[in-house]
């Protein structure tokens, strides 16, 4: 009999060991990171031209797949949850994200973590709904990540998902490229998944082109050298085109704290999570910077950690989304909009610009 029953016992053993190794062998198989400098398509709707010295607005706004809002706790963070708790959620967040944008009313507008497919934002192509809901734009996707069906939480696995980088524009874009982004090469790819920036040229009257970079930089590595070298292509990149002539304008959520003392200004835990390190100005390419006048007199944060449900007295906030800009830019005003993250885990910036003759 206790052979009967060990013989069973090995033959269960086995047989999760081998759906085990078949679902790793399935991970690594189906992992795949999309060629570097590739062309994005871009969707034209209207044909106007920017104009130097001249105001104009943009807002970078990561959105967080339509899937989190103020009662919501995400499973990396050390919260409970990692899919939208519906798709009438998802859909909900993002008639927010319209109305913030028709308020803010952004020439330019950046968006992150905008899913086009995913089990964890309940296949609300969230693509799509931008472009079908924003009227007057032209609009370019790049994909950020396709990833495999992650198998974690065992009790609600956050799955697969594809999902990347909106750039809307009510001036006309030419010439969109995805460049990919050094990521870590071990297991912890599957984790922190694929990284990329997305640019466009914006023509303007009479003069030379303004390029506009969306990015969205890893938020869990723990490896800083894959951090330093993702900034170093970014910069490489702003520097060459401005090294051109062109104007240079790069929003985003830069995973990175951009006023360098946010848990001071916010009264946050002094411990730095991965994605709350200072961002490092000194290495800013020559003729850059991040405009972050007033933000800290305000005190209105981007983004909070997503470890409980949002409590404005107890929630860990921090500033990691804004602008870097070329000195030919010049920086009128910056502001966050303060949504109380009714939409998404982070609030919105917008910048005030113009472009100097």
Do not use: C
Not at 101 to 127: C, M, W
Not at 240 to 248: C, H, I, P, S
């Amino acid at each position: 009999m206790l052979k009967k029953i060990g013989k069973v016992l090995l033959t269960l053993l086995l047989l999760i060991l081998l759906v085990l190794g078949a679902y790793v062998a399935y991970v690594y198989i189906a992992y795949d990171r999309l060629p570097d400098k590739q062309d994005v398509a871009i969707e034209q709707e209207t044909s106007e031209q920017l104009k130097a010295d001249v105001s104009y607005r943009a807002m970078t706004y990561n959105i967080g797949y339509g899937s989190y809002p103020p009662s919501y706790s995400f499973f990396m963070d050390g919260g409970t949850k990692s899919r939208a708790d519906s798709k009438k959620s998802v859909e909900k967040n993002l008639r927010g994200v319209v109305e913030t944008t028709e308020k803010i009313d952004p020439a330019l507008a950046f968006y992150q973590e905008v899913d086009e497919d995913g089990d964890r934002s309940q296949h609300v192509n969230e693509v799509n709904w931008l472009r079908n809901n924003l009227f007057g734009y032209n609009s370019l996707y790049g994909q950020n990540y396709d990833s495999p069906y992650l198998f974690y939480p065992f009790n609600q696995p956050i799955g697969k998902a594809t999902s990347g980088l909106v750039t809307m524009s009510k001036a006309t874009m030419t010439d969109g490229k995805r460049y990919s982004l050094p990521i870590e090469t071990n297991y912890n790819k599957f984790l922190d998944l694929d990284r990329a920036f997305t640019a466009t040229k914006i023509p303007v009257d009479g003069s030379n082109d303004l390029i506009a970079i969306n990015v969205h930089l890893s938020a869990y590595t723990k490896d800083r050298s894959v951090m330093e070298a993702q900034l170093n292509k970014l910069f490489n990149y702003m520097e060459d085109e401005y090294k051109k002539g062109n104007y240079v304008i790069v929003g985003g959520d830069f995973n990175h704290d951009v006023l360098g003392n946010s848990p001071e200004v916010f009264g946050s835990s002094k411990k730095r999570e991965s994605w709350n390190q200072p961002f490092p100005k000194e290495d800013l390419p020559e003729g850059f910077e991040i405009p972050v006048d007033g933000l800290a007199e305000a005190k209105v944060p981007t983004s909070r950690k997503l470890n409980e449900p949002y409590d404005k007295k107890t929630a860990e906030v921090t500033l990691i989304d804004g602008f870097i800009v070329s000195d030919n830019i010049t920086a009128e005003k910056v502001q966050v909009e303060e949504n109380e993250f009714e939409y998404s885990d982070h609030n919105p910036v917008y910048l005030d610009f113009k472009l100097e003759k």
